[in-house]
């Protein structure tokens, strides 16, 4: 029999995952192991906190649906998903930034330049950037996957009057690395807030619920890293204070008005001048 003390009980809880086969899971579950058991006995975790605390968790998993993840939603607002973002940013490229939950497979191709603005109401705006490599030559042919939130703040999933596919799509770069979308300027919007995640955690913080304006991104280019990442609008109020940890320098942009009578046109603006964001994109070798 062996005697279980403060001393070898965690010595005790990891070796019994010794014999998981993956190596790679075996670590995962070793030093999550040894984690918890650090962090009971720093804060000498009492019974009724570790009832409350599994209670918790209760409660993130019975809201939780198919569609609607409050473990993402926990992960993102504890800064866990932009820890694990910012590990896998390599230095010299381009940050990653939050996926969040309005990722869908299968968003329709288009053109590129793109024109998403439909009968969206909102300021007209251009994105214009390039996608290159570490060296900065362009990527010709890299895959881009956008999609953001409406003038009301809503992405298309959440909100019955906007079409489908709303705001979202994939293009190609074109040989000199570039893509333009013509689009409106999205608007800050609140994380969910009838969970266990905003009730119990975000709003006792006395912490907001806001994220500043952003783009979502997914680019990416055989031999290359795939980058999830955001793009922000550098006078949003929320920037300082995003409920998700997203926000990083080099991911913020600025509107500068361009002289472009052309682009004006196709935009349906008043012209001679377009409001265009412009935000190149590293990519870190694969
Ligand atoms: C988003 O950027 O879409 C998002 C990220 C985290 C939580 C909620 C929304
Ligand atoms: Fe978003």
Redo the contacts with the bound molecule.
Sequence with gaps: MKNLTLDNITAAAVDSFAGLPDARRRELVQVLVRHLHDYAREVRLSHAEWRAALGFLHRVGDISTPERSEF??LS?VTGL?SQVDLLWSQAGATPGS?L???HAAGSPWRDNPADLIGDNAGTRVLLRSRVLDMQGQPLAGAEVDFWQ?AADGL?WQQDPRQPTDNLRCRLRTAADGSFEIATIRPVP?Q??TDGPAYLELVQPAGRGSW?PA?Y?LIVSMPGHRTLVT?VFDAEDTYLERD??F?VREALVGRYADEHDPAAAQRLGLPGPTVPVMRMDFRLAQA
């Design positions: 993402s939603l993102d998903s939050n969040g939950p309005f939130n992405y919007y994380i969910p994220r952003h979502h955001e409920a998700v997203g």
